[in-house]
């Protein structure tokens, strides 16, 4: 099974700055990558497919890149409503898998 | 609009039996695959169970294989995971997914969640 691990776990970072955070599959998925948002207490919201497709109706300064077992998301200019934790997610079969996850906090 | 909405959940004790439901509408539900996907408390979102759009191939995480069933009925619009022998571990909040189309395996649409507690 393919393994999906994300860096760092956790991060903090201050009103503005620009975060990235890193995603690597244990063997190459082209890039069959998406990254979800989740709000504590919300529902996963999907904000990157393709690896670097934004979602519909997504603020731009979310951007992904990558492809075969690396991947990033980058925020450029980190805003309040950002905080959340970020899974990325290998969708090259019905056999998902998720990172385990990136919760992103204002310092 | 699509919607999903769970239910079923509650607390059951260790090697007991819970059915979940997801009662979906917005869409076709008979053209579209389906998934379960689970988050234990305070953890990451772990993928637990896919059937497609005629219950022709199903699939299973390891962790529930033997134990969960996944099943629909596309002329009531819901699916549905029969959930036995469970365990401790298998405390989460259970989602219902949508696949968002034949040719990915993306999911675009989830519901709520029902949050499963096994507990004695």
């Known amino acids: 099974d393919i393994q999906m691990t994300q860096s760092p776990s956790s991060l903090s970072a201050s009103v503005g700055d620009r975060v990235t955070i890193t995603c690597r599959a244990s063997q190459g998925i082209s890039n069959y990558l998406a990254w979800y948002q989740q709000k504590p207490g919300k529902v996963p919201k999907l904000l990157i497919y393709?690896?670097?497709t934004l979602q519909s109706g997504v603020p731009s300064r979310f951007s992904g890149s990558g492809s075969g077992t690396d991947f990033t998301l980058t925020i450029s200019s980190l805003q309040p409503e950002d905080v959340a934790t970020y899974y990325c997610?290998?969708?090259?079969?019905?056999?998902?898998?998720f990172g385990g996850g990136t919760k992103v906090e204002i310092k | 609009e699509v919607q999903l909405v769970e239910s079923g959940g509650g607390l059951v004790q260790p090697g007991g039996s819970l059915r979940l439901s997801c009662a979906a509408s917005?869409?076709?539900?008979?053209?579209?695959?389906m998934n379960w996907v689970r988050q234990a408390p305070g953890k990451g979102l772990e993928w637990v169970s896919y059937i497609s759009s005629s219950s022709s191939t199903i699939y299973y995480a390891d962790s529930v294989k033997g134990r969960f069933t996944i099943s629909r009925d596309n002329a009531k619009n819901s699916l549905y995971l029969q959930m036995n022998s469970l365990r401790a571990e298998d405390t989460a909040v259970y989602y219902c997914?949508?696949?968002?189309?034949?040719?990915?395996?993306?999911?675009?649409?989830w519901g709520q969640g029902t949050l499963v507690t096994v507990s004695s």
């Open positions: 997610q290998k969708y090259n079969s019905a056999r998902l898998t």
């Open positions: 917005g869409f076709t539900f008979s053209s579209y695959s």
């Open positions: 393709a690896a670097s």
């Open positions: 997914a949508r696949r968002m189309t034949t040719v990915t395996y993306l999911l675009d649409y």
